[in-house]
């Protein structure tokens, strides 16, 4: 069985730090790309990231470039999104997608084989 498990979120100030982590279980992590998306209440699902499978390439929307950083540990079978500068519009509960069937596409239209329950990130003003 497929499971993800996203962490790290939290209630934090404006221009702070957060790191969320993915974990993937019941799969070879390292054939998988790995992409987040997050939503926020009333709001369409937003595809902010996504780290390709062999080459770790990485691939973000315009909202987060060069704010966040995802990498990926296939050690740890674990997905990393380092959140920088945080603003109030990032407040959104975010998810991690196992499988996307393109990374590129994935930031356009955030879809997946697997995904989990997601973890709540609040930025304060």
């Known amino acids: 069985e497929v499971q993800l498990q996203a962490s790290g979120g939290g209630l934090v100030q404006a221009g702070g730090t957060l790191r969320l982590s993915c974990a993937v279980y019941?799969?070879?992590?390292?054939?998988?790309?790995v992409g987040w998306f997050r939503q926020a209440p009333g709001e369409e699902r937003e595809g902010i990231s996504c780290?390709?499978?062999?080459?770790?390439?990485?691939y973000y929307s315009d909202s987060v470039k060069g704010r966040f950083t995802i990498s990926r540990d296939n050690a740890k079978n674990t997905v990393y999104l380092q959140m920088d500068g945080l603003k109030p519009e990032d407040t959104a509960k975010y998810h991690c997608?196992?499988?996307?069937?393109?990374?590129?596409?994935?930031?356009?239209?955030?879809?997946?084989?697997?995904w989990g329950e997601g973890t709540l990130v609040t930025v304060s003003s």
């Open positions: 997608v196992a499988d996307p069937p393109n990374c590129r596409a994935f930031i356009v239209v955030p879809v997946g084989d697997y």
């Open positions: 780290i390709t499978s062999r080459d770790g390439r990485s």
């Open positions: 019941g799969v070879t992590f390292g054939d998988y790309a």
